[in-house]
């Protein structure tokens, strides 16, 4: 009897495990657009001798329930120098929970080491919590969903970035 017991209470408990994974599984959050200010270069002598540009932002995230939340962002880009006012918006990615808990953006964020091999440009992925992920939402031409040339490389990609909450409401 106690063998027989013992097989339920392990089989209870491995499907209540992967059972709560299957609930717990990675999804669309909502969506985070960032308006950029311009540039300014970052010298090797500057913050830890990162050769590159940072730029401050201001952040909306709206969550696929309708909550907002407002976050101050400082990105770290390579490549071309763009002067110009741009607004980035991403697609957050992670594990679905119900609510979402004020503030769970707020962390540093790198460059996905491994980006997906249909991607313009690479994710950007929670250091701290890196089941978080921000997913550029790159502008395709209408009817290029399905054609086999690629979107033209962006101007600049973004290394790094960190998030800060400012307020929310929701």
Excluded at 109 to 115: C, L, M, T
Aim: net charge neutral; with cysteine; glycine share 8%.
């Amino acid at each position: 009897m106690r063998p027989l017991l013992l097989a339920v209470i392990v089989a209870s408990w491995w499907w209540s495990c992967t059972g709560a994974a299957a609930a717990d599984a990675t999804g669309e959050l909502g969506v985070l657009t960032c308006s950029l200010e311009a540039a300014r270069d970052v010298r090797p002598a500057d913050e830890a001798n990162e050769a590159g540009q940072l730029r401050d932002a201001l952040c909306s995230f709206k969550s696929k329930t309708g909550e907002e939340e407002i976050y101050t962002a400082r990105l770290r880009s390579v490549g071309v120098a763009s002067q110009s006012l741009v607004t980035i918006i991403w697609l957050v990615k992670g594990r679905a929970q119900t609510p979402l808990p004020a503030g769970f953006l707020q962390q540093s964020y790198a460059a996905d080491p491994k980006p997906a091999p249909d991607s313009v440009a690479p994710a950007v992925i929670g250091e701290v919590n890196p089941n978080i992920g921000l997913h550029p939402m790159a502008d395709r031409p209408a009817g290029s969903a399905s054609t086999q040339t690629k979107p033209r490389a962006p101007e600049f990609v973004i290394t790094s970035v960190e998030l800060r909450l400012r307020s929310t409401s929701g």
